[in-house]
């Protein structure tokens, strides 16, 4: 009702009892006494709806306002209207407060709110994996008090937020984590982290692969120079030795060994093509390697034993396989002291899966190693790699190659005991017998 009518309705209650006091007035001659005992009657009654209204409003049981008529009866009814809006808003605040919070749980980044004075106000769930905030606990505890790293430290008492900080997570020193703080509201700022370990692994990978080619090219071809130059000094008159033609010859081989195998990895890490396409006869494939390995072997006299399982074939591409295959093969022989024993197995597991397995009682490979093995141009014995003409790139080719073909690489090694070089094709790509057609 709109505020004319409230006036309309307290000057008619007021004229009403003006004219009852009027007319009891002319019976009984005491105008002011009723009219006294007609606004003490208004007041008593605005009081006991008063009272009414403090009850519903601060020790209410139900959320329907109390019955009444006139201008308390709209009074209550207004109330009452105004709490349902407010608790549909609060409703819908609280689903938005919900979404925000699954939205936020949801982003690649730890969020951590905090006050202006460090005070952190809520964080979410991967805040805590990797900030180490335990939430609720941690509420109101400053954020330099979990996150001590001096960089860290140092960016936050002097507000620069201008650069991201990265700093090794405060529970996972594995793990390295980006910082960004930005500014939230007028006294509040937002922390986003974020877990960059794989692109800094990857950037050091990088610096190191550039570091690394330069340096295996540069070593061969600085030998080649410096024979160049001596011979083209016309002065030395220094006669053509041909043991100096065969070193820049080696140089040489290194050298396209080095690309030749970096355009082998290049070519396998942007292959595209169907593992369906082929079917490769891994039987025949390892006859042609055994021919290789018993070449190779003639100068240290392994004992080198083929187990191979005939009717056990694969889908897959035969030229990355036999590369991988290679690898292994090889390297078994030129890690191995001489007269040492190699078993190159292939068969069936009892999961169905194909198996290729390189075991030999060479040297073995320290633990610490292991995990490394498969970076590109990582070398456990550099000197001794380098005089078997390794170039560092053998098992990460090895590591692509079963990648494309849904495996990985598996290494058992004990020092002074020998090592196992094996990796497992599923099942989805294993044949027991050449088909009639090569699949399409």
């Given at each position: 009702?709109?505020?004319?009518?409230?006036?309309?309705?307290?000057?008619?209650?007021?004229?009403?009892?003006?004219?009852?006091?009027?007319?009891?007035?002319?019976?009984?001659?005491?105008?002011?006494?009723?009219?006294?005992?007609?606004?003490?009657?208004?007041?008593?009654?605005?009081?006991?709806?008063?009272?009414?209204?403090?009850?519903?409003?601060?020790?209410?049981?139900?959320?329907?306002?109390?019955?009444?008529?006139?201008?308390?009866?709209?009074?209550?009814?207004?109330?009452?209207?105004?709490?349902?809006?407010?608790?549909?808003?609060?409703?819908?605040?609280?689903?938005?407060?919900?979404?925000f919070r699954e939205g936020a749980e949801a982003l690649p980044d730890g969020i951590v709110l905090m006050?202006?004075?460090?005070?952190?106000?809520?964080?979410?769930?991967?805040?805590?994996?990797?900030?180490?905030?335990?939430?609720?606990?941690?509420?109101?505890?400053?954020?330099?008090?979990?996150?001590?790293?001096?960089?860290?430290?140092?960016?936050?008492?002097?507000?620069?937020?201008?650069?991201?900080?990265?700093?090794?997570s405060p529970i996972a020193h594995d793990l390295v984590i980006e910082i960004r703080i930005v500014p939230?509201?007028?006294?509040?700022?937002?922390?986003?982290?974020?877990?960059?370990?794989?692109?800094?692994?990857?950037?050091?990978?990088?610096?190191?692969?550039?570091?690394?080619?330069?340096?295996?090219?540069?070593?061969?071809?600085?030998?080649?120079?410096?024979?160049?130059?001596?011979?083209?000094?016309?002065?030395?008159?220094?006669?053509?030795?041909?043991?100096?033609?065969?070193?820049?010859?080696?140089?040489?081989?290194?050298?396209?060994?080095?690309?030749?195998?970096?355009?082998?990895?290049?070519?396998?890490?942007?292959?595209?093509?169907?593992?369906?396409?082929?079917?490769?006869?891994?039987?025949?494939?390892?006859?042609?390697?055994?021919?290789?390995?018993?070449?190779?072997?003639?100068?240290?006299?392994?004992?080198?034993?083929?187990?191979?399982?005939?009717?056990?074939?694969?889908?897959?591409?035969?030229?990355?396989?036999?590369?991988?295959?290679?690898?292994?093969?090889?390297?078994?022989?030129?890690?191995?002291?001489?007269?040492?024993?190699?078993?190159?197995?292939?068969?069936?597991?009892?999961?169905?899966?194909?198996?290729?397995?390189?075991?030999?009682?060479?040297?073995?490979?320290?633990?610490?190693?292991?995990?490394?093995?498969?970076?590109?141009?990582?070398?456990?014995?550099?000197?001794?790699?380098?005089?078997?003409?390794?170039?560092?790139?053998?098992?990460?080719?090895?590591?692509?190659?079963?990648?494309?073909?849904?495996?990985?690489?598996?290494?058992?090694?004990?020092?002074?005991?020998?090592?196992?070089?094996?990796?497992?094709?599923?099942?989805?790509?294993?044949?027991?017998?050449?088909?009639?057609?090569?699949?399409?």
């Open positions: 009702m709109n505020q004319n009518a409230q006036h309309f309705k307290l000057v008619f209650s007021l004229g009403l009892v003006t004219g009852l006091s009027f007319v009891l007035s002319l019976y009984f001659d005491n105008f002011i006494f009723f009219m006294f005992l007609g606004v003490l009657g208004l007041l008593l009654a605005h009081h006991y709806n008063f009272v009414r209204l403090f009850n519903w409003l601060w020790h209410r049981k139900t959320l329907y306002p109390p019955q009444s008529k006139g201008s308390w009866g709209e009074i209550f009814d207004g109330i009452y209207k105004l709490q349902l809006k407010n608790r549909s808003r609060r409703k819908e605040l609280g689903r938005f407060l919900k979404r006050r202006n004075n460090g005070q952190i106000a809520w964080c979410n769930q991967l805040a805590s994996h990797l900030l180490g905030i335990r939430w609720p606990d941690d509420n109101n505890i400053r954020i330099d008090n979990l996150v001590r790293h001096p960089d860290f430290i140092e960016a936050y008492t002097s507000k620069q937020f201008d650069e991201p900080i990265i700093i090794p939230y509201t007028y006294d509040e700022y937002l922390l986003l982290a974020r877990d960059v370990t794989q692109v800094s692994r990857l950037n050091q990978m990088r610096k190191d692969f550039i570091a690394n080619v330069s340096h295996e090219l540069k070593t061969p071809l600085t030998v080649i120079q410096g024979y160049l130059e001596m011979y083209r000094d016309y002065d030395m008159q220094i006669p053509i030795n041909p043991k100096s033609i065969n070193s820049m010859l080696e140089q040489s081989e290194r050298m396209m060994s080095l690309i030749s195998q970096l355009l082998v990895l290049s070519r396998i890490e942007a292959n595209s093509e169907s593992l369906f396409d082929q079917v490769i006869d891994v039987r025949k494939m390892l006859a042609v390697i055994e021919s290789e390995a018993t070449q190779l072997n003639t100068h240290k006299n392994h004992s080198i034993q083929f187990v191979i399982q005939p009717d056990l074939m694969i889908y897959g591409i035969e030229d990355e396989m036999r590369s991988a295959m290679t690898n292994l093969v090889k390297n078994a022989i030129h890690y191995t002291q001489p007269e040492g024993e190699i078993t190159v197995s292939w068969s069936l597991t009892e999961q169905g899966n194909a198996l290729f397995k390189v075991e030999d009682n060479g040297l073995g490979i320290a633990e610490h190693h292991l995990a490394r093995l498969t970076e590109r141009f990582y070398r456990v014995d550099k000197a001794r790699a380098r005089s078997s003409g390794g170039t560092g790139l053998g098992l990460s080719i090895v590591k692509h190659v079963l990648q494309h073909h849904h495996s990985e690489l598996m290494i058992d090694s004990v020092e002074n005991k020998g090592s196992s070089f094996s990796f497992e094709i599923p099942q989805d790509l294993v044949l027991l017998e050449q088909p009639l057609k090569q699949a399409n």
